[in-house]
């Protein structure tokens, strides 16, 4: 008989948490996941993994630019990081810019993840989350194709393969 007040009691707390978790959230306004394609991309001011400070308006011109937010905590961000690093060596002098947003980790944390790649474009650095909360990420790793005036192209959410690198940049890069 006791086991069965529990059982009836822990289905009416599981009831009553489902109901307020469930009105709770039909209250908060929706967020989106991701920017969307022709949406300006959030400005940003970041520092490199020498300190150097670089915003997005510097970045930003000429040709697009391909960023990938990303964290050396995600185990597979390196095989990601490493396809990118292959695309940049090949196409870098021929105009595909590259910047990889580490997020939530010191330049110490991101330091030997960067030399163990072999990682040779730009890192930037947002310790502190705020990129990642102006770009709607939730998860990594995420790309974003940002147009030289600065309006979202094209997001990716996840590795790139080789295969789909060399076809984003072949569309945005050597048209």
């Known amino acids: ?18 109901v307020v ?31 150097r400070v670089v915003s997005l308006e510097e970045l930003v011109g000429g040709s697009p630019l391909y960023i990938i937010f990303w964290s050396s905590s995600c185990v597979s961000c ?9 695309a940049y060596r090949k196409h870098g002098k021929r105009g595909f810019r590259l910047v990889g947003v ?8 991101v330091r030997g993840f960067v030399k163990d790649v072999g990682i040779t474009f730009n890192v930037l650095l947002d310790k502190e ?8 990420i939730y998860f990594v790793p995420v790309s974003y194709i940002i147009s030289a005036d600065g309006k979202v ?23």
């Open 1 to 18: 008989m006791k086991k069965r007040l529990a059982i009836l009691a822990l289905i009416a707390l599981s009831g009553l948490v489902f």
């Open 21 to 51: 978790l469930f009105s709770v959230k039909k209250q908060e306004p929706e967020k989106k996941v991701f920017l969307e394609k022709g949406e300006r991309a959030p400005a940003f001011t970041l520092t490199d993994m020498e300190g």
């Open 78 to 86: 390196k095989d990601g990081m490493e396809v990118l690093e292959k």
């Open 102 to 109: 580490n997020i939530y980790q010191s330049a110490e944390e």
């Open 129 to 136: 989350g705020t990129t990642v909360d102006k770009y709607n």
């Open 153 to 175: 192209l094209d997001v990716y959410a996840g590795n790139p393969t080789e295969e789909d690198l060399e076809k984003v940049v072949e569309r945005y890069w050597h048209q």
